[in-house]
């Protein structure tokens, strides 16, 4: 099953490279996406149009997927680690691609060409084909068996493949909170880096905010106050 959340944590799900269905978001306008793609107000069917686009023109959830593409915004998760592995300040990153789940990578450009295009991804079927992709750029795909998405069993790898400081991307705080308990048991330095957060309960951002060194605020409350 293949499902993302986007434009205001519309649940959206795709099957055979066409949307299938679409929740209705919590919000009613973002600002980034009026300003980059013109929506003027954010629907349920905004943002299956704005899936249907990620497909077309990116090839998400498919074989064709593109695993390179430029700077979509100078503030995103996938930027910043973008940006860390080529300044020396991590090694690696743990992050997530649809048709491949968790992926470790000390790749900066696999990591800009999977994150550029996710918002929140919360399942994925493996795509061989993509999976490949990944590999060829020196990424490693946790569970290519199922598509697995699993941070803190990502975090896990990286630290046994020998990586000393890389960036794990979560979107709750409990994930945030076991991967600081890593951090003393494998002995490595981890950059914790919360995305999706639009919702989130004013506990969980507390929580959050104690344990992560950056959090994207996206259109939280509770973070921004």
Same mark, same amino acid.
């Given at each position: 099953?293949?499902?993302?959340?986007? +434009?205001?944590?519309?649940?959206?799900?795709?099957?055979?490279? /066409?949307?299938?269905?679409?929740?209705?978001?919590?919000?009613?306008?973002?600002?980034? @996406?009026?300003?980059?793609? $013109?929506? /003027?107000?954010?629907?349920?069917?905004?943002?299956?149009?704005?899936?249907? *686009?990620?497909? !077309?023109?990116?090839?998400? *959830?498919?074989?064709?997927? &593109?695993? /390179?593409?430029?700077? @979509?915004?100078? *503030?995103?998760?996938?930027?910043?680690?973008?940006?860390?592995?080529?300044?020396?300040?991590?090694?690696?990153?743990?992050?997530?691609?649809?048709?491949?789940?968790?992926?470790?990578?000390?790749?900066?450009? +696999?990591?800009? $060409?999977?994150? $550029?295009?996710?918002?929140?991804?919360?399942?994925?079927?493996?795509?061989?084909?993509?999976?490949? $992709?990944?590999?060829?750029? #020196?990424?490693?795909?946790?569970?290519?068996?199922?598509? /697995?998405? #699993?941070?803190? &069993?990502?975090?896990?790898?990286?630290?046994?493949?020998?990586?000393?400081? @890389?960036?794990?991307?979560?979107?709750?705080?409990? !994930?945030?909170?076991?991967?600081?308990?890593?951090?003393?048991?494998?002995?490595?330095?981890?950059?914790?880096?919360?995305?999706?957060?639009?919702?989130?309960?004013?506990?969980?951002?507390?929580?959050?905010?104690?344990?992560?060194?950056?959090?994207?605020?996206?259109?939280?409350?509770?973070?921004?106050?």
């Amino acid at each position: 099953m293949n499902i993302m959340e986007l +434009l205001g944590r519309s649940r959206v799900r795709v099957e055979g490279e /066409k949307v299938i269905e679409a929740s209705d978001p919590v919000i009613q306008w973002c600002p980034l @996406f009026d300003k980059i793609r $013109g929506i /003027k107000e954010v629907t349920a069917e905004s943002a299956a149009a704005n899936m249907e *686009f990620r497909i !077309e023109n990116h090839g998400m *959830f498919s074989p064709r997927r &593109k695993l /390179k593409m430029g700077t @979509f915004v100078g *503030f995103g998760a996938s930027e910043s680690m973008m940006t860390g592995i080529r300044a020396g300040i991590i090694d690696a990153a743990v992050t997530v691609c649809d048709g491949a789940g968790t992926v470790i990578t000390a790749n900066p450009e +696999l990591v800009q $060409g999977m994150g $550029g295009y996710i918002s929140g991804l919360a399942e994925t079927d493996p795509i061989p084909e993509v999976m490949e $992709g990944i590999r060829r750029m #020196d990424g490693h795909v946790l569970s290519p068996v199922d598509g /697995k998405i #699993d941070q803190i &069993k990502g975090a896990a790898y990286a630290a046994a493949a020998g990586y000393r400081k @890389f960036a794990v991307t979560v979107a709750d705080a409990a !994930e945030a909170e076991s991967l600081r308990e890593l951090e003393k048991t494998a002995g490595v330095r981890i950059m914790i880096i919360g995305v999706h957060l639009t919702g989130i309960s004013p506990e969980e951002a507390s929580r959050l905010l104690a344990a992560a060194d950056i959090v994207t605020a996206c259109a939280s409350k509770h973070i921004r106050e």
